[in-house]
């Protein structure tokens, strides 16, 4: 099972941008779909953006289209997420995932589509 690790979260002013990584481990990494979820306090998992094994298909929940960016490279077992135009909303830990279904489906599907998770990377946005 691939084992997955977050990093590059921190502290930004809303308007700004961050970018966050999740490096994998494992030779099966190209065969997932990855995706990003986020978690505010007390609040549930939601998902913010998947993409497909091959990187060729993205998806995104509604709050973050045309602000947000996943992206993958597989020769690097590593998963992106360019976060622009941040808002005290996006304040959240923002979970790697790795599912072994269509990209397509986890938006839907959420949570229960996930089958490797990372450990979470903070962000925060300053009003």
């Known amino acids: 099972q691939v084992q997955l690790a977050e990093s590059g979260g921190g502290l930004v002013q809303a308007g700004g941008s961050l970018s966050i990584s999740c490096a994998a481990s494992g030779r099966t990494f190209r065969t997932y779909a990855m995706a990003w979820f986020r978690q505010a306090p007390g609040l549930e998992r939601e998902f913010v953006a998947a993409?497909?094994?091959?990187?060729?298909?993205?998806y995104y929940t509604d709050s973050v289209k045309g602000r947000f960016t996943i992206s993958r490279d597989n020769a690097k077992n590593t998963v992106y997420l360019q976060m622009n135009s941040l808002k005290p909303e996006d304040t959240a830990v923002y979970y790697c995932?790795?599912?072994?279904?269509?990209?397509?489906?986890?938006?839907?599907?959420?949570?229960?589509?996930?089958?490797?998770w990372g450990q979470g990377t903070l962000v925060t946005v300053s009003s």
């Open positions: 995932a790795a599912a072994f279904t269509p990209a397509s489906t986890i938006g839907t599907r959420t949570t229960k589509a996930v089958d490797a």
């Open positions: 993409v497909s094994d091959s990187g060729g298909s993205t």
